[in-house]
């Protein structure tokens, strides 16, 4: 069992930056891809970015491409989403994921766990 806790939420302008971080529970962080995923009331859940368990690749939606970066420490059980360049359109709950499936990055139900979700809120 893992247990997902995100923070780092916030309101910010547009243009402005946001680190995320989600913190893992459990000894074997480092077997686990991880992604976030991000969601509105009006939209169903969508990927924003994946990395595998070591790190050596990344995945990343196209809305977010070039202005957003997922990273991970695994000796800290934690991977983060760097935003810049923060759009209205970003605005959303954002998921912290974790599996051992191989399965799709982008697909939620490859995703066995998952966290409470950290509201971002880009005003224009």
């Known amino acids: 069992q893992v247990q997902l806790v995100e923070s780092g939420g916030g309101l910010v302008q547009t243009g402005d930056s946001l680190r995320l971080s989600c913190a893992a529970s459990?000894?074997?962080?480092?077997?686990?891809?991880m992604a976030w995923f991000r969601q509105t009331p009006e939209k169903e859940r969508e990927f924003v970015a994946g990395?595998?368990?070591?790190?050596?690749?990344?995945y990343y939606a196209d809305s977010v491409k070039g202005r957003f970066t997922i990273s991970r420490d695994n000796a800290k059980n934690t991977v983060y989403l760097q935003m810049n360049s923060l759009k209205p359109e970003d605005t959303a709950v954002y998921y912290c994921?974790?599996?051992?499936?191989?399965?799709?990055?982008?697909?939620?139900?490859?995703?066995?766990?998952w966290g409470q979700g950290t509201q971002v809120t880009v005003s224009s």
């Open positions: 990395i595998s368990p070591r790190g050596g690749s990344t």
């Open positions: 994921a974790a599996t051992v499936y191989s399965g799709s990055y982008y697909s939620p139900p490859t995703y066995m766990y």
């Open positions: 459990g000894r074997t962080f480092n077997t686990y891809r």
